[in-house]
């Protein structure tokens, strides 16, 4: 399983979740193009820490993404394929 972190991430982009990620998982691209954080599905280990971390309640459970936002679970996941 995994976290997912959804739209209201974009163009906000706080790295409060990024402080408390226990496998520094939580991820900013370096290019200014780049809207969103993003979480690696392969290393996040489900622990739950980030999302009250979020101050735009950003982030759900893979399983709990809503349905207007399940498009952001690959776009979490495309991100660590480049
Ligand atoms: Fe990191 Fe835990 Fe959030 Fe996964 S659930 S991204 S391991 S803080």
Known sequence: MTYVICEPCISVKDTACVDVCPVDCIHQSDDKSSTQLYI???VCI???ACVPACPVE???PVEE???KWKQFTAVNAQ???K
Request: with cysteine; charged share 35%.
């Open 58 to 60: 950003a982030i759900f």
């Open 65 to 67: 993404v809503p349905d």
């Open 46 to 48: 489900d622990c739950g």
């Open 79 to 81: 991100y660590f394929k």
């Open 40 to 42: 690696d599905p392969d």
